[in-house]
């Protein structure tokens, strides 16, 4: 294992170490210690690595990633795991506004809250939050799944594509074209996938999923006086 | 961008150090703009006193021959202590109406910082580490005080753009946003009758609570029905004699962290401003709900 104290190596040193990691790295555990809340921590990797950072981070942790695990042993900054592409990224305290936002794949988990904005405009990543979620989560999501254990805020999945929502607790309002739907088979396996990869003892029939009415995102002519 | 700090403390014991704290805080968000930067802090009081801070570009001329003129005209004991550009001026609480007058009489140019009677405000352009500096605030104690490093976007980086701002009496406000109606607000509260000297978005967005207040709302309630009018983005922390309060705009974009232990309550906006806080890691750390007025209180 690789010890780097960020506070005397500094940000730039780390990543460009990170950077260096190939997919047949011997360097596959790191220890990354006073994070003291700085930003950009272990962005853009694209190696099969473990990273743990032992104390809570600033803006854009785990930015890009692909492949590699990321565990923040404390709380994150706004755009955690912001694009990822792949790979895990894993939170043990509570996540700043557009956690997840843009992300591509792999699995992003939080074990405490999410602030606003959670999975803005995600493109096929899934996330776990075992708290609750600040309003506008979800907004133009188009492919991915959003699990939530506890509740939801304001204009959930406003503008929704096709990403999939499942909020365990209260909804407090859903956002323009988001609805409730049926619960089938094939997500409560979904979910009992997720719930198991995130280590979330929730049971998926608890849940309710919200989905797009598909009304929005496809021109209607009878609403061509509403432009 | 802009960032803000503000430190309210419960145990007695750090209040020697609150201008330590809180000029660390400060200096470690300065990469959030390095135009101006300032700090308020509540300090001691005396009964039947009332405390300005006051402003000069000539600070060396104006300030020798002030105390005596304030005196005279004041018709009561006047005490200074200067700090740099700027002075504190103590004088009876039953002069207080006259001060302004008479302030502008000896010379007009000279602006006030902060009115009230434990309230100090002390700010210029330059970088936290500068400005912390050079007002000595390390060495100040105090019981809570906030602070804000500006970088410009609604007006010129000058001193009377810098944060904070005075509101009501022992009361200020810093920003981190901007409003977007500051223009026609403006108009609304001069034609009301209100001052407001500068073209700054903030300064309107205290000036609107000052008039608030005057029309008979509280402080929460005066932060309540700024939700409602006003048009931008807005985390803003407000410094009264007894405590502060926060409050963030319904779209909250603009970053917010506190945290509380025994010993005191924080805000930053972005966590780097807390962790050299004492036993921070033990601390109950959040982010605080848009549109939700927040107050602590000693």
């Given at each position: 294992m690789l010890e780097f104290d960020l506070q005397e190596n500094g940000l730039r040193k780390l990543n460009s170490a990170l950077h260096?990691?190939?997919?047949?790295?011997?360097?596959t555990v790191w220890k990354i210690t006073n994070?003291?809340?700085?930003?950009?921590?272990?962005?853009g990797i694209d190696a099969p690595i473990e990273v743990n950072i032992e104390g809570s981070t600033g803006y854009?942790?785990?930015?890009?990633?692909?492949l590699a695990n990321i565990n923040v042993k404390g709380s994150v900054g706004p755009?955690?795991?912001?694009?990822?592409?792949s790979g895990k990224v894993v939170i043990d305290g509570d996540a700043s506004q557009y956690?997840?936002?843009?992300?591509?794949g792999g699995l992003l988990v939080i074990k405490g809250n999410a602030s606003s904005?959670?999975?803005?405009?995600?493109?096929g990543i899934n996330i776990v939050v075992h708290g609750n979620i600040g309003h506008?989560?979800?907004?133009?999501?188009?492919s991915g799944t959003l699990v939530v254990c506890g509740d939801a805020g304001d204009?959930?999945?406003?503008?929704?594509?096709?990403a999939k929502l499942f909020v365990r607790g209260n909804v407090k309002s859903l956002g323009a074209d988001c609805e409730k739907k049926e619960m089938r088979p094939e997500h409560l396996e979904l979910l009992e996938q997720l719930l198991s990869e995130a280590e979330?003892?929730?049971?998926?029939?608890e849940f309710t999923r919200y989905g797009s009415?598909?009304?929005?995102y496809n021109f209607n002519i009878d609403n061509s006086d509403a432009y | 961008m802009c960032g803000i700090v503000g430190l309210f403390l419960k145990?007695?014991?750090l209040e020697a150090n609150l201008g330590n704290l809180l000029s660390d805080m400060l200096i470690s968000m300065s990469d959030r703009g390095p135009d101006s930067a300032g700090i308020a802090i509540y300090a001691d009081k005396e009964t039947g006193r009332s405390k300005f801070t006051i402003q000069s570009e000539n600070a060396k001329t104006d300030f020798e021959a002030l105390p005596n003129y304030l005196s005279k005209h004041l018709n009561c004991k006047v005490e200074t202590k200067v700090n740099d550009t700027h002075s504190v001026v103590i004088i009876d609480e039953s002069a207080t109406s006259k001060f302004s007058e008479a302030l502008a009489s000896f010379n007009p140019e000279i602006r006030i910082m902060s009115r009230g009677s434990s309230l100090e405000i002390y700010k210029e352009v330059g970088l936290p580490k500068q400005v912390t500096q050079r007002f000595n605030i390390p060495q100040m104690s105090g019981r809570h005080g906030i602070g804000h490093t500006r970088m410009a976007?609604?007006?010129?980086?000058?001193t009377m753009g810098a944060h904070p701002f005075n509101t009501g009496l022992d009361q200020c406000l810093v920003h981190n946003g901007s409003l977007s109606n500051h223009n026609s607000l403006r108009r609304r509260l001069r034609r009301e009758g209100v001052h407001i000297e500068t073209e700054n978005d903030t300064e309107v967005g205290a000036a609107y609570l000052t008039w608030k207040m005057q029309n008979g709302a509280t402080l929460g309630e005066a932060l309540e029905s700024s939700l409602e009018d006003l048009d931008g983005f807005f985390t803003f922390l407000v410094g009264t004699e007894d405590g502060f309060g926060v409050v963030r705009d319904p779209?909250?974009?603009?970053p917010a962290v506190m945290a509380e232990t025994d010993q005191y309550v924080a805000f930053g906006s972005e966590y780097r401003a807390l962790?050299?806080?004492?036993?921070i890691e033990s601390a109950h750390v959040w982010e605080p709900e848009p549109a939700t007025v927040y107050f602590w209180k000693h």
């Open positions: 260096d990691q190939k997919e047949n790295s011997n360097q994070p003291k809340g700085s930003h950009a921590i272990a962005v854009y942790c785990g930015g890009m990633n692909k755009g955690v795991a912001e694009n990822m592409m956690a997840g936002a843009t992300g591509h904005r959670c999975g803005i405009s995600m493109k506008m989560s979800a907004f133009m999501a188009q204009a959930l999945g406003d503008s929704l594509y096709e979330c003892d929730a049971k998926p029939e009415a598909r009304k929005l | 145990d007695n014991s976007t609604e007006s010129a980086v000058t779209i909250a974009c603009k962790v050299n806080l004492p036993e």
